[in-house]
């Protein structure tokens, strides 16, 4: 290994990829413009969230060919029912930490670390379901 | 995961860390630190962000958290 002073470094094609980023943005508002004039149906097929996000009624997200879930942008991105819609949906993506659910005087806690632990809030839905696991992941996104 | 903030919003938890990186976006800044074997994005006010290496508290919407189970992957 060489010492170098400094490293030039470029990403193929970038002012292309800038030009077809501004492109696919301005497709994407051109495309909701002309589906909210026609009002036919459209079944529009991506891998880019924010696409899906910003111009579906309704989202299918696939995973290895399974449909994961089903539902309105603000339904997957506040209620993810899986890992993978979590992780997929919104840009920065959501924080994913193993955790174990703890119980606590004043009710359940994840602990995060041996230091930092965080009550669970009272309504949260999960805390009422019978079936507690003691090790999970939590996951809190960073739109908040 | 935000930088943290006054408001008395109830299910806010705090957090304390060094800032391992900061993503300046414009309207927000990322600011990446870690937390046990895990790094995490909180998406902060530009104006309150501390230095790389400096201590910076962080507020946690625990409202907004979703338990998932290692074993089948579901949010539960």
Same mark, same amino acid.
């Given at each position: 290994? +060489?010492?170098?002073?400094?490293?030039?470094? +470029?990403?193929?094609? #970038?002012?292309?990829?800038?030009?077809?980023?501004?492109?696919?943005?301005?497709?994407?508002?051109?495309?909701?413009k002309?589906? #909210?004039?026609?009002?036919?149906?459209?079944?529009?097929?991506?891998?880019?969230?924010?696409?899906?996000?910003?111009?579906?009624?309704?989202?299918?997200?696939?995973?290895?060919?399974?449909?994961e879930?089903?539902?309105?942008?603000?339904?997957?991105?506040?209620?993810?029912?899986?890992?993978?819609?979590?992780?997929?949906?919104?840009?920065?993506?959501?924080?994913?930490?193993?955790?174990?659910?703890?119980?606590?005087?004043?009710?359940?806690?994840?602990?995060?670390?041996?230091?930092?632990?965080?009550?669970?809030?009272?309504?949260?839905?999960?805390?009422? +379901?019978?079936?507690?696991? +003691?090790?999970?992941?939590?996951?809190?996104?960073?739109?908040? | 995961?935000?930088?943290?903030?006054?408001?008395? $919003?109830?299910?806010?938890?705090?957090?304390?860390? $060094?800032? $391992?990186?900061?993503?300046?976006?414009?309207?927000?800044?990322?600011?990446?630190?870690?937390?046990?074997?895990?790094e995490?994005?909180?998406?902060?006010?530009?104006?309150?962000?501390? $230095?790389?290496?400096?201590?910076?508290g962080?507020?946690?919407?625990m409202?907004k958290?979703?338990?998932i189970d290692?074993?089948?992957?579901?949010?539960?």
């Amino acid at each position: 290994v +060489r010492d170098f002073t400094a490293f030039l470094g +470029r990403a193929p094609d #970038q002012a292309k990829a800038a030009d077809l980023r501004r492109f696919q943005i301005h497709m994407r508002t051109e495309i909701k413009k002309i589906h #909210q004039r026609v009002q036919t149906t459209v079944v529009f097929v991506t891998h880019d969230q924010i696409e899906a996000m910003t111009l579906a009624d309704r989202i299918v997200v696939m995973n290895q060919g399974v449909i994961e879930q089903v539902g309105t942008p603000d339904e997957m991105y506040s209620n993810p029912r899986t890992h993978f819609v979590a992780s997929f949906i919104g840009s920065p993506s959501m924080n994913f930490t193993p955790c174990h659910l703890t119980k606590t005087a004043g009710g359940l806690a994840v602990r995060l670390t041996d230091d930092i632990s965080l009550p669970v809030p009272e309504n949260a839905r999960h805390a009422t +379901r019978p079936m507690l696991i +003691r090790k999970c992941s939590s996951v809190f996104g960073p739109n908040m | 995961v935000t930088e943290r903030r006054q408001h008395a $919003n109830g299910a806010q938890q705090d957090i304390d860390a $060094n800032v $391992n990186v900061l993503e300046p976006m414009g309207i927000d800044t990322m600011v990446f630190f870690s937390l046990g074997p895990t790094e995490i994005c909180a998406r902060t006010e530009p104006s309150a962000v501390s $230095n790389v290496g400096e201590s910076m508290g962080f507020t946690v919407n625990m409202d907004k958290m979703h338990l998932i189970d290692p074993s089948t992957d579901a949010v539960i």
